[in-house]
T-cell receptor, first 111, second 115 residues
Framework: QQPVQSPQAVILREGEDAVINCSSS?????VHWYRQKHGEAPVFLMI?????EQKGHEKISASFNEKKQQSSLYLTASQLSYSGTYFC????????????FGTGTRLQVTL | DVKVTQSSRYLVKRTGEKVFLECVQD?????MFWYRQDPGLGLRLIYF???????EKGDIPEGYSVSREKKERFSLILESASTNQTSMYLC??????????????FGPGTRLTVL
């Protein structure tokens, strides 16, 4: 069962902040975030593990609330280079042998 | 850096043709995956393989088969292509430490059009 991402799409002006959510109906061991720019392969951003750990990548950070089975990706002071589609991949096994990906959130940053 | 390559970026085939999509990785990864990507549906797993000659069905295996004769190569086969298989196909690979921190590395994708 695919996790649900929200919003489906968001348009930001450069410098604005955004939050992308990923919710699962099943217990999660970890959440993997990827970004895919148009015409390119998805690129790994970060992994969030059980324990509510927070991670960061440049000005992008994320959290994982295991009680709610939800992860949120925070984009701070967005840059044009942040444009793309963001996917969360959820690990239900603890070994990341298989990830179940969300439907994606399309982010567009404009001047 | 991990490199995952796919044999074609764009492919056009006719209904009923047998189609082979090839994927090669250079990091000696045990696990390899095939996904299809459609607008509004995200990435959906077709098949994956955790070792040579080993395979498991993903979430949408119908109409597809796979082959893994060598560790570095994972092929997706459409036995008789149909128009509803028009999509972007992404291959990925992953090492096996058995930890939840293992991540997947993706190839650039093959956009397949079935006419």
């Amino acid at each position: 069962q695919q996790p649900v991402q929200s919003p489906q799409a968001v348009i930001l002006r450069e410098g604005e902040d955004a939050v992308i959510n990923c919710s699962s109906s099943k217990a999660l061991y970890s959440v993997h975030w990827y970004r895919q720019k148009h015409g390119e392969a998805p690129v790994f951003l970060m992994i969030l593990l059980k324990g509510g750990e927070q991670k960061g990548h440049e000005k992008i950070s994320a959290s994982f609330n295991e009680k709610k089975q939800q992860s949120s990706l925070y984009l701070t002071a967005s840059q044009l280079s942040y444009s793309g589609t963001y996917f969360c991949g959820t690990d239900l096994t603890g070994t990341a042998s298989k990830l179940t990906f969300g439907t994606g959130t399309r982010l567009q940053v404009t001047l | 850096d991990v490199k995952v390559t796919q044999s074609s970026r764009y492919l056009v085939k006719r209904t009923g043709e047998k189609v082979f999509l090839e994927c090669v990785q250079d990091m000696d990864h045990e696990n390899m995956f095939w996904y299809r990507q459609d607008p509004g549906l995200g990435l959906r797993l077709i098949y994956f393989s955790y070792d040579v000659k080993m395979k498991e069905k993903g979430d949408i295996p119908e109409g597809y088969s796979v082959s893994r004769e060598k560790k570095e190569r994972f092929s997706l086969i459409l036995e008789s292509a149909s128009t509803n298989q028009t999509s972007m196909y992404l291959c990925a690979s992953k090492g096996t430490s058995g930890r939840s921190t293992d991540t997947q590395y993706f190839g650039p994708g093959t956009r397949l059009t079935v006419l």
